[in-house]
């Protein structure tokens, strides 16, 4: 299973772009970046996943370059609403099954 | 509107007293998975269906165990909870058509051990 690594904890203020960065150095050749929000006393939420290159949804960028071997999850113009934990992950496609293993995540505080 | 649902979402239990929690979901996905989360800390999965294959991660304790008698619901259960099953239960589920790694959570079950 590729381990992921990213900041413990990020500050930011309402309004700036976040970019939280995630190391993945031995992420597998048919493995997917996803990136996960939490919020307190609720589950994770989808945010976006890619392969390789760039992506963006309504949500969020998440950058990736082309050794794959890192990713950058981008929030536009964040909002107090914001503040969640956000988790980078490698899913382990094995025997058909689709298993995620969850990192320490990195907790983002975003104030006023 | 299709989603993942947790009952209850708040448990208490005596050391050693059995419990079970529930997850059901109107997502008529194959895939149903349990993950434990301590405070502060992340996710750690303990076991999953494929349909209705049993898949159980090396590490989760012989204390827990889990039915699935349908598509739509699966159980927890907690034979002799100890102060250390403290802790947030989430199910989530994942589908065909859903995105490679993408998981459906519900809202958890915290679990307090007295």
């Known amino acids: 299973l590729a381990k992921t690594t990213q900041p413990i904890s990020m500050d930011s203020y309402e309004g700036q772009e976040v970019n939280i960065t995630c190391s993945h150095n031995n992420i597998a050749t048919n493995d997917y970046i996803t990136w996960y929000q939490q919020f307190p006393s609720q589950g994770p939420r989808f945010i976006i996943q890619g392969y390789k290159t760039k992506v963006t949804n309504e949500v969020a960028s998440l950058f990736i370059p082309a050794d794959r071997k890192s990713s950058t999850l981008s929030l536009p113009r964040v909002s107090l609403s914001d503040t969640a934990v956000y988790y980078c992950?490698?899913?382990?496609?094995?025997?058909?099954?689709?298993?995620?293993?969850f990192g320490a995540g990195t907790r983002l505080a975003v104030h006023p | 509107d299709a989603m993942v649902i947790q009952n209850p979402r708040y448990q208490v239990t005596q050391f050693g007293k059995p419990v079970t929690l529930s997850c059901s979901q109107t997502l008529n996905h194959n895939v149903m998975y349990w993950y434990q989360q301590k405070s502060s800390q992340a996710p750690k999965l303990l076991f999953h269906y494929y349909d209705k294959d049993f898949n159980n991660e090396a590490d989760t304790p012989d204390n827990f165990q889990s039915r699935r008698p349908n598509t739509s619901f699966c159980f927890l259960d907690i034979r002799s909870p100890g102060l250390g099953d403290a802790a947030m239960y989430l199910c989530?589920?994942?589908?065909?058509?859903?995105?490679?790694?993408?998981?459906?959570f519900g809202p958890g079950t915290r679990l307090t051990v007295l």
């Open positions: 992950l490698v899913g382990d496609y094995s025997g058909g099954y689709n298993k995620l293993i």
């Open positions: 989530a589920t994942r589908g065909h058509l859903s995105s490679y790694n993408e998981q459906f």
